[in-house]
């Protein structure tokens, strides 16, 4: 009782230190389908309007909440009559429990089948969708977790966290290597829950995988859960307790709909089990049980001395003195548009030296969290092929950059088109069919790219702070939803989506759900997507480009004007009635 007491003690100090990045964390997880799925369950009450005649007056429906609580060794539903609303899962989260239940084979299987063989293209199409969902769940959903707790293990001594740990396993080259450890610790776990018993136990037995994978990525698959299983021996009772110690906060959740999951218990709960996972890892390393030897991140638990940090990052106090602001050097007028909107100048050589500027200075002040012993130090990272890293090549890809307006058009396009896949792709897992999504008749959604641009040019002042990035997305991405349903519906006297009824939502126009997720993907955008296409842009000839872009907006001026119309409508698009859109035929 005193030493769940004294590291769930440990857990709230933790979390108290990193509140904001660890909510964020959970978050994250909760939409993805890792973990703490039952958190989101605000975001799935749906008031549902029922129909008499012409009028659609509201009524009171008596509903079921049936909430899956991922806390015990077997999920249970907990059932509550309410009055007010009916329970509606969100999108994403429907996606992922048929990845994960299996469902979505059959949507797959069947679809195919109805398909006419002579139809090649459509059946192609589908497949596509098929093998970008399974990819989706082996490379995100299903290592997440172990991102997860890389954060929150290095949150356990240091003060700051580098919001660079988000692709940590990018960085140290092993996304593959770990993808396919947790997909074989699923795998064995999914077999052993033939047996009741086998399911209960191998649960546990198998519980601090991710935390070992997160402390030393290079392990092998088969070591890594046998390491588990032998750390776990005789613990595996004591955990579950711990585990169970939780269900206040889990009954707590569920009375405020999951609000206190988001804002306090998940964070908190994973900050605890990580002091516990470093308990069991000491233990471990002191017993010398076998593969301990594996448990080899030592500045993971302890920070190093002030002397080897010094010596190691002693090229940044030289760097510091060879940074050069090179903004002021530009004309005023100039400078202020690239400045502000981060749109680049002709200059390439001004380009890259602006950019190496900006990343040094990242740099400087991050590498000097690192030697007053406040962040981890990436240096010391115990794995050999980390001076194999092509510095050139990270800082390329980095985010801190300006894009060029051939690189903003071609920009627009692929995110359009991004959205519309993705939306069609959401369409099928969910409802079985294909359906050719958006007001105009191309396969691209201009909300998406409109939405992803404007990140990247108004919010370009807020790239060196991740959070405010974050909500900046929401509120811009939100303005943008807003007024795009307000003019589609001014024009053309129809709706193309309708989030009546869904909590937190305004007008039917924007939803708390959707502006998260857009929250999400606007941060993938900044820190990730757009930075790696940009790259390949700039590697295509100038005239090509200018050609290229050219044929683009023809094409869609065209569909445009011709949409004005001849917009798209019809099942799935504005009279759309699956469980999830609720879009309701004109009267």
Same mark, same amino acid.
């Given at each position: 009782?005193q030493y769940?007491?004294?590291?769930?003690?440990?857990?709230?100090? =933790?979390l108290?230190?990193h509140?904001?990045?660890?909510v964020?964390?959970?978050l994250?997880?909760?939409f993805?389908?890792s973990e703490?799925?039952s958190?989101l369950?605000?975001?799935?009450?749906?008031?549902v309007p029922?129909?008499?005649g012409?009028?659609?007056?509201l009524?009171?429906?008596t509903v079921?909440?049936?909430?899956?609580i991922n806390r015990?060794?077997?999920s249970?539903?907990?059932?509550?009559n309410? @009055?007010?609303?009916?329970?509606?899962k969100?999108?994403?989260e429907?996606v $992922?429990?048929?990845?994960?239940?299996?469902s979505?084979?059959?949507?797959?299987?069947?679809t195919?089948?109805?398909?006419?063989?002579?139809?090649?293209?459509?059946?192609?199409?589908v497949?596509?969708?098929?093998?970008?969902f399974a990819?989706?769940?082996?490379?995100?959903i299903?290592?997440?977790?172990?991102?997860?707790?890389?954060i929150?293990l290095?949150?356990?001594i240091?003060e700051?966290i580098?919001?660079?740990?988000?692709?940590?396993?990018?960085?140290?080259?092993?996304w593959?290597? $770990?993808?396919?450890?947790?997909?074989?610790?699923?795998l064995?776990?999914?077999?052993?829950?033939?047996t009741?018993i086998?399911?209960?136990?191998?649960?546990?037995?198998y519980?601090? $995988?991710?935390?070992? $994978?997160?402390?030393n990525?290079?392990?092998?698959s088969?070591?890594a @859960?046998?390491?588990s299983?032998?750390?776990m021996?005789?613990?595996?009772?004591e955990?579950?307790?711990l585990?169970?110690?939780?269900i206040?906060?889990d009954?707590?959740? #569920?009375?405020?709909?999951?609000?206190?999951?988001?804002?306090f218990s998940?964070?908190y709960?994973?900050?605890?089990?990580?002091?516990?996972?470093?308990d069991?890892?000491?233990?471990?390393?002191q017993?010398?049980?076998?593969?301990?030897?594996?448990l080899?991140?030592?500045?993971?638990?302890k920070?190093?001395d002030q002397k080897?940090l010094?010596?190691?990052?002693?090229?940044?106090?030289?760097?510091?003195k060879?940074n050069?602001?090179?903004?002021?050097?530009?004309?005023?007028?100039?400078y202020?548009?690239f400045n502000?909107?981060? @749109?680049?100048?002709l200059d390439?050589?001004?380009?890259?030296?602006?950019?190496?500027?900006?990343i040094?200075?990242?740099?400087i002040? =991050?590498?000097k969290?690192?030697?007053?012993g406040?962040?981890?130090p990436n240096?010391?990272?115990p794995?050999?092929?980390?001076?194999?890293?092509?510095?050139?090549?990270?800082?390329n890809?980095?985010y801190l950059?300006?894009?060029? #307006?051939?690189?903003?058009i071609?920009?627009?396009?692929i /995110?359009?088109?991004?959205?519309?896949?993705w939306?069609?792709?959401?369409?099928? #897992?969910?409802?079985?069919?294909f +359906?050719?999504?958006?007001?105009l008749?191309?396969?691209y959604?201009?909300?998406?790219?409109?939405?992803?641009?404007?990140?990247?040019?108004?919010l370009n002042?807020l790239?060196?702070k991740?959070?405010?990035? /974050?909500?900046a997305?929401? @509120?811009?991405?939100g303005?943008?939803e807003?007024?795009?349903s307000?003019?589609?519906e001014?024009?053309h006297?129809?709706?193309?989506?309708?989030?009546?009824?869904y909590?937190?939502n305004?007008?039917?126009? #924007?939803?708390?759900?959707?502006?998260?997720? /857009?929250?999400i993907?606007?941060?993938a955008?900044?820190?990730? +997507?757009?930075?790696?296409l940009?790259n390949?842009i700039t590697?295509?000839?100038?005239?090509?480009?200018?050609?290229l872009?050219?044929?683009?907006i023809s094409?869609?001026?065209?569909?445009?004007?011709?949409s004005?119309?001849?917009p798209?409508?019809?099942?799935?698009?504005?009279n759309?009635?699956?469980?999830?859109?609720h879009?309701?035929?004109?009267?």
């Open positions: 009782m769940r007491q004294k590291i769930k003690k440990y857990g709230k100090v =933790s108290k230190k509140y904001l990045i660890f964020l964390v959970c994250v997880a909760a993805l389908g703490y799925r958190t369950l605000a975001t799935k009450i749906k008031l029922k129909t008499e012409i009028d659609a007056k009524q009171l429906n079921i909440f049936k909430t899956n015990l060794p077997g249970f539903s907990v059932k509550r309410f @009055i007010h609303g009916k329970s509606n969100g999108v994403l429907t $992922v429990d048929k990845i994960k239940t299996g979505v084979y059959l949507i797959f299987f069947d195919i089948i109805s398909i006419s063989t002579t139809n090649v293209s459509l059946i192609i199409f497949i596509a969708i098929f093998m970008l990819l989706f769940w082996y490379f995100i299903n290592v997440y977790i172990v991102i997860s707790r890389r929150f290095e949150g356990i240091y700051k580098s919001n660079q740990k988000f692709l940590f396993l990018s960085k140290t080259k092993k593959l290597k $770990v993808s396919f450890t947790m997909f074989l610790k699923k064995m776990q999914i077999l052993w829950s033939l009741i086998g399911y209960f136990i191998k649960r546990y037995s519980y601090l $995988v991710p935390y070992i $994978v997160a402390e990525p290079n392990i092998d088969l070591k @859960i046998t390491l299983k032998n750390m021996k005789n613990h595996k009772w955990c579950f307790v585990d169970l110690s939780f206040g906060w009954i707590l959740g #569920i009375l405020t709909f999951g609000l206190s999951k988001i804002f998940n964070p709960k994973t900050a605890t089990m990580c002091y516990y996972y470093r069991l890892r000491a233990i471990a390393k017993n010398k049980i076998k593969y301990s030897e594996y080899n991140d030592e500045f993971l638990f920070k190093a080897l010094e010596e190691t990052y002693q090229d940044i106090t030289k760097l510091a060879q050069k602001d090179l903004t002021s050097d530009q004309p005023k007028i100039k202020h548009i502000f909107l981060g @749109i680049s100048t390439k050589k001004y380009e890259e030296d602006y950019r190496n500027s900006q040094n200075k990242l740099k002040s =991050s590498y969290a690192i030697i007053n406040k962040m981890y240096r010391l990272l794995l050999e092929y980390k001076k194999k890293i092509n510095i050139k090549v990270i800082n890809n980095y950059r300006h894009y060029s #307006i051939t690189s903003l071609l920009l627009f396009f /995110f359009s088109f991004i959205g519309w896949l939306e069609v792709s959401i369409h099928f #897992i969910t409802d079985g069919g +359906v050719n999504r958006g007001v008749h191309g396969p959604l201009p909300i998406y790219g409109a939405g992803g641009v404007l990140i990247l040019l108004f002042k790239r060196q991740p959070l405010f990035e /974050f909500l997305t929401i @509120i811009l991405c303005i943008v807003y007024f795009t307000f003019y589609l001014t024009v006297h129809e709706r193309w989506w309708n989030y009546d009824g909590f937190l305004l007008n039917g126009r #924007i939803c708390i759900e959707g502006l998260l997720i /857009f929250g993907g606007g941060f955008v900044v820190y990730i +997507v757009a930075p790696i940009d390949l590697k295509i000839k100038k005239k090509y480009l200018v050609v872009c050219i044929a683009l094409i869609f001026v065209s569909d445009q004007i011709y004005s119309k001849h798209n409508i019809g099942d799935g698009i504005t759309y009635n699956s469980s999830h859109n879009f309701k035929e004109k009267t």
